[in-house]
Nanobody
Framework: QVQLVESGGGLVRPGGSLRLSCAAS????????MGWYRQAPGKEREFVAH???????GYKDSVKGRFTISRDNAKNTVYLQMNSLKPEDSAVYYC?????WGQGTQVTVSS
């Protein structure tokens, strides 16, 4: 099965931007839906965004207009462009397909 590795997290000021990457260990052409989730301390993991093989996207309401998910099937990579970041976006962000999860990457939004 294809494994996932996230990267691109870090510390950013409110209003800043980050781009997360999710690199798959193999081809993602056979994976219909890939998604990003996040988990803040003391909270449950929650859906952030997903994208289908055909490029159809879906977003959590609170990130619509600020986050953009994309996938590059040739590079076996899924991205999450995050703009206008807010402190409440701070969390560990995970890439996912079916029951497979990456190890997560920390995003901290703070002044």
């Amino acid at each position: 099965q294809v494994q996932l590795v996230e990267s691109g997290g870090g510390l950013v000021r409110p209003g800043g931007s980050l781009r997360l990457s999710c690199a798959a260990s193999g081809s993602i052409l056979s994976i219909n839906v890939m998604g990003w989730y996040r988990q803040a301390p003391g909270k449950e993991r929650e859906f952030v965004a997903h994208i289908t093989i055909g490029g159809v996207t879906g977003y959590k309401d609170s990130v619509k207009g600020r986050f953009t998910i994309s996938r590059d099937n040739a590079k076996n990579t899924v991205y999450l462009q995050m703009n206008s970041l807010k402190p409440e976006d701070s969390a560990v962000y995970y890439c996912n397909y079916q029951t497979i999860w990456g190890q997560g990457t920390q995003v901290t939004v703070s002044s």
